[in-house]
C-alpha cells in the first residue's frame, strides 16, 4: 500500500474511492473524507448513495471494531468527527433530495446530569447508521424530551446518565410518556455506565444499551420490528 500522501483521491475509481474513504473513516481523516465527498458528488453520484455506500459502511466497520475492543473511545470519535464533516456537506443535499431517513432520534441527558461523551458518541454513531438525530445536550428535565417529541415527531428516544442519583429520572420521564399516552409511539432506548439491563426492564425502557455500536444495533433491530408489527396490524 502506497503512504497516505501518495495517495491521490481524485485519481482512484469509484469503488477503489469508496474503499479508501471506509479506510480514512477508520483513521479519523477529516479532510480527506471532505474531499472524497465532494469528488463522489461531482461524478454524479446521488447524496443518498454517497452516504450510505461510503460514510455509513465505513462507520459500521468502526462500530463493529469498537464494540469488539479493537477501537476505543478516542479513535471511535476521530472516525465520528470525520463522518461528520461529510455528513456536513451532505446534510443540506439529502434534504433537499428528500433522501429516505432511517428514522429519528431525540437524545439527551437528563435532569442533574452533565456528563455527554457516551451521549455524543451514540448521536455521532446514529447519524453514522443514516439516522436524522436532536440532541438535547445535558440536565434535561421531562418538559424538555416532552417539546422535543413534539416538535421532531422521533421513532426514538435516548436518555443518558452517569450518576447512579440521576438514573431514577429516566423513569419519571417514561411514567410521563405513559400518563400523556404516547409512550407506545417511540422506541426508548437508556444507557450509561451505572445502568444494566434489568434496570432498563425496572423503569419500562425499550431497551438498555452498552455502548455506541450496541444503540445502532438495537435502534435498526427494534425499528425494523416496528415496521413489521404495523405491517401485519
Keep these: 500500500m502506497a503512504d497516505e500522501e501518495d495517495i491521490i483521491l481524485s485519481e482512484l475509481s469509484d469503488d477503489e474511492l469508496v474503499l479508501q474513504m471506509h479506510d480514512d473513516l477508520y483513521d479519523g481523516l477529516k479532510e480527506e473524507i471532505e474531499e472524497g465527498t465532494n469528488i463522489l458528488l461531482g461524478r454524479g453520484w446521488v447524496p443518498y448513495k454517497v452516504l450510505t455506500e461510503a460514510l455509513v459502511e465505513g462507520m459500521r466497520v468502526v462500530g463493529e471494531d ?36 432511517q428514522g429519528t432520534m431525540v437524545i439527551g441527558t437528563v435532569k442533574g446530569d452533565i456528563h455527554d461523551i457516551g451521549k455524543n458518541l451514540v448521536g455521532m454513531m446514529m447519524e453514522g447508521a443514516g439516522f436524522e438525530v436532536i440532541d438535547l445536550g445535558i440536565n434535561n428535565p421531562v418538559e424538555d424530551y416532552l417539546a422535543a417529541i413534539e416538535e421532531h415527531k422521533p421513532e426514538i428516544l435516548g436518555m443518558s446518565a452517569l450518576l447512579t442519583t440521576t438514573m431514577p429520572y429516566m423513569k419519571v420521564v417514561i411514567d410521563t410518556l405513559k400518563e400523556k399516552g404516547i409512550r407506545d409511539d417511540l422506541i426508548v432506548l437508556v444507557g450509561g455506565a451505572p445502568l444494566n439491563e434489568e434496570f432498563g426492564s425496572a423503569i419500562g425502557a425499550d431497551a438498555y444499551c452498552r455502548d455506541a455500536a450496541v444503540t445502532v444495533e438495537t435502534a435498526k433491530d427494534l425499528m425494523n420490528r416496528k415496521h413489521n408489527q404495523l405491517a401485519t396490524a
Aim: a positive charge; hydrophobic letters at 55%; charged letters at 15%.
Design 66 to 101: 469498537f464494540r469488539d475492543g479493537i477501537l476505543f473511545v478516542p479513535e471511535v470519535l476521530l472516525s465520528a468527527n470525520a463522518m461528520k464533516s461529510g455528513m456536513f456537506i451532505l446534510r443540506p443535499l439529502l434534504a433537499a433530495t428528500g433522501a429516505p431517513k
